[in-house]
Structures are given as C-alpha cells and as structure tokens.
C-alpha cells in the first residue's frame, strides 16, 4: 500500500510541475478571468525579457472553498503556465524579492505540491527555524529533504530527526 501511495503523491507532483500557488491576493482582485488577471499583473511586474517568447498563464483558478466569508483569509490561487522554464523564472523572480505586494497585501509564490508533499516539508517547519536562527543555510529539494550546506559540506537529511542529530554533532542544540 506504502508503495502505491508513493506512486500516486509522485504522479500526483509530476502533473503540476508547471504550477504555482499564490498565496494572499485579495478576494475578488481578478474580476473576471483570473488567468488574465495573474498573466498581466506578472508582465506588469517583472521585465519583458524575463519571460520566454511564448510565455503564457495557460490556467489560473481560485482554490476551491465556497463562497468568501468576511474577514476570512482569501483563497489561495493557482496558475498552470505553458511553459516550464516561464514557471521556474517567476518562482526565481519571487525568492530574489524581499517583498511582492499587491494592494498592501504580501503576495507568496510557492510551487504547487501534492497533500502528501507538503505534509512531508511541513515536518521541518521546526526544524527550519533553528537553522535560521543559527545562520545555517539550507535549502528543500523534492519531494522532501533538507540540504544543509556548513563548512563548505554538504548534508542531506531524510527527516527533521536527521537534522537534530546533525545539530547535535555541531554542537547545537
């Protein structure tokens, strides 16, 4: 069962491997098409030579929930773009950026992962914190393992429990 499970999170990933996830534009911001709306505001915020010739918001829809209740945290957006490389440009775009506001909103650009992949990265939120606060750099790399990167050497951890242990061995705790 473990197995298929994998196969199914992993199939599951590959087929949004074009997709983003918006998080914190405001409810009703796109008016009516929201591919329209994510594809002009993105052309409207990066430089023309930032995209590919055929760049293209191919998709873009309002996580579903029902109707917005007042006072709730908008919904989430996603956006299915054409072209990969188009895809891995805004998601480098947004990560060199303190900050993306939209309408005093702060607007967070994530790839979109499987329920089951982000419960495995959700693991080392804890995890992640301690590594900030003690300056150590890392980074995620699919589906869910920490890359830690100290002294020059590279580390690979499977789970947050790895990562205590290797803390544990620099001395931190």
């Not at 790399?141 to 499977?158: E, H, N, Q, W």
């Amino acid at each position: 069962m473990d197995s298929l499970k994998d196969k199914v999170t992993d199939l599951e990933d590959r087929s949004r491997r074009a997709n983003l996830r918006f998080v914190a534009f405001p409810e009703g911001a796109e008016t009516e098409n929201v591919a329209t709306f994510i594809q002009e505001w993105l052309i409207g915020v990066c430089t023309k030579e930032f995209f590919s010739a055929i760049f293209c918001v191919e998709r873009a829809h309002r996580v579903p929930g029902g109707k917005h209740k007042p006072g709730a945290p908008p919904r989430n957006i996603l956006v299915k773009f054409r072209s990969q490389r188009d895809r891995d440009n805004v998601l480098r775009w947004s990560r060199s950026r303190q900050e993306i506001m939209y309408s005093g909103n702060k607007i967070q650009i994530y790839p979109d992962f499987s329920r089951n992949t982000q419960l495995k990265r959700m693991e080392f939120k804890e995890v992640k914190k301690k590594l900030q606060k003690e300056n150590i750099s890392y980074s995620m790399m699919y589906p869910a393992k920490l890359r830690l990167i100290s002294d020059g050497k590279v580390t690979f951890c499977d789970s947050p429990s790895e990562v205590i242990s290797w803390l544990e061995t620099k001395g931190i705790k």
